[in-house]
């Protein structure tokens, strides 16, 4: 049955003194007659509406407001018997709150009319218990309304939970494809397409709708299809190209103004046997040599064709150039194997990408990629500055599959570089005597 107070206006509220009624507030004081559905203590309503603070049929501030006279009822009056009641004067709210007197009567209507609390004004507009005879009317903010709302607001609760279950679960699923879109704009060189990915991931933070983020979600999902499908025509591309490639005819045997004659016996000019070798012959020698192979760990180039040249450094030796190196290795004495995959640790730590490595490590092989990080990484212990570390490390794989590559010289610069290091430490032991000497060797077990 609706409630139709006398005096009414036309929006349904009426003026009895200086509070300005509405409907809602008129429901929420009538609802004071009857039995809540539940009786929950001070702290089950505190912790449920600072949950909801943004999820509330009220403001944020207004929400922050109706806590703070929470919080200052006492914990019995939130029982069966009692009635949580709130006596307290404008001057002391807002000492609590922190603001205006405008403000405050703001919250107030806006909390009224959400059916928070109800307020009860007395004649001079002071708060407290006034005695009248034998009985006794209390004037303030009367905050029993909660207990009838208190089911509502576990309903609210648990669908802002599904909800922000929801929220996480997009943007993961977002990040996860952000990871896939990046690995394949930078293999494909789209720069644009990954620019567009960062706006997405930028956004997806600044959102809490989640209308808004399965859109986002959904373009993701566009980029990465589109990645896909440029990959898949490259691919096409690059096999038809290779079926249609017409085969180099053979020419004729090299001659002695070319360059010299390939031989198999002793340098006796009157026994020289010349082996016809054609310019074809030789290109697809050069192609054989130059192939991935199948199993990246392994690398064709031994002896004089590695880039080492020869060069034989110890798991210590490593660790000795490279102080980044002894932090990831799980070990002190670390296998090849666990010098490897601290190197490619190592490497994303100094700008070196994913797909970088994973290109070294198929031109180079696993063992020298590693060692390339490793000296990249010492020089830069000893401020050498390198610019576009990334690009550096491509320039070294590409010298490497040019067999341009001569990490040994690297390797040798850097052992004596260790040696003049421990020189002066030593030198420096001295000159301070024997009381630094702790102190000292601590210091060059670093280097």
């Known amino acids: 049955m609706e409630f139709t107070p006398p005096f009414a206006g036309q929006d349904g509220s009426y003026r009895p003194g200086r509070r300005r009624l509405s409907a809602a507030m008129l429901e929420a004081e009538a609802e004071l007659t009857q039995a809540p559905a539940d009786y929950p203590a001070r702290r089950e309503v505190l912790g449920l509406l600072k949950s909801l603070r943004g999820a509330?049929?009220?403001?944020a501030a207004a929400a922050n407001t109706l806590i703070v006279m929470i919080e200052h009822t006492r914990a019995e009056d939130w029982t069966?018997?009692?009635?949580p009641f709130v006596y307290a004067h404008n001057e002391t709210l807002l000492n609590w709150t922190g603001v205006s007197l405008a403000t405050l009567r703001r919250h107030i209507r806006e909390l009224a009319d959400a059916r928070f609390l109800v307020a009860q004004d007395g004649r001079n507009g002071q708060r407290g218990k006034r005695w009248q005879g034998t009985g006794s009317q209390r004037t303030g903010f009367n905050l029993a309304s909660l207990r009838h709302r208190w089911v509502d607001l576990v309903a609210l609760s648990r669908s802002e939970t599904r909800r922000r279950e929801e929220l996480s679960f997009l943007r993961q699923e977002i990040a996860s494809l952000n990871e896939q879109v990046r690995l394949l704009s930078d293999a494909l060189d789209q720069p644009m397409i990954m620019a567009e990915a960062r706006r997405l991931m930028r956004l997806r933070l600044?959102?809490?709708e989640p209308a808004k983020l399965h859109a986002l979600h959904g373009q993701m999902v566009t980029h990465l299809v589109a990645l896909q499908a440029i990959q898949a025509q490259q691919?096409?591309?690059?096999?038809n190209l290779a079926a249609a490639a017409p085969e180099a005819p053979n020419l004729r045997p090299m001659g002695t103004q070319n360059e010299t004659h390939y031989t198999d016996t002793k340098n006796n000019l009157s026994l020289k046997k010349v082996v016809s070798v054609a310019a074809c012959s030789r290109n697809r020698i050069e192609a054989i040599r130059r192939e991935p192979l199948d199993d990246p760990g392994e690398s064709p180039r031994?002896?004089?064709e590695s880039a080492l040249r020869g060069f034989k450094g110890t798991a210590q030796f490593y660790l000795g150039i490279c102080t980044a190196l002894r932090e990831i290795c799980p070990t002190a004495t670390p296998s090849a194997e666990q010098l490897i995959d601290a190197a490619e640790y190592l490497s994303g730590q100094i700008g070196v990408s994913y797909h970088a490595w994973v290109q070294g490590c198929g031109v180079l092989g696993r063992l020298q990629a590693a060692i390339a990080v490793i000296i990249m990484a010492s020089r830069l212990e000893r401020q050498a500055v390198i610019?576009?570390?990334d690009a550096y490390f491509r320039a070294l794989v590409e010298r490497g599959a040019q067999n341009a590559l001569f990490l040994d010289r690297s390797l040798y610069a850097l052992r004596d570089v260790r040696n003049r290091e421990e020189l002066a430490i030593g030198a420096?032991?001295?000159t301070r005597g024997p009381a630094d000497m702790g102190s000292t060797t601590i210091q060059g077990g670093r280097h």
């Open 387 to 389: 610019h576009a570390r």
């Open 428 to 430: 420096l032991a001295e």
């Open 302 to 304: 031994l002896g004089r």
């Open 206 to 208: 600044m959102t809490s």
């Open 235 to 239: 691919e096409t591309t690059v096999d």
């Open 56 to 59: 509330l049929p009220v403001s």
């Open 80 to 83: 069966a018997m009692e009635t």
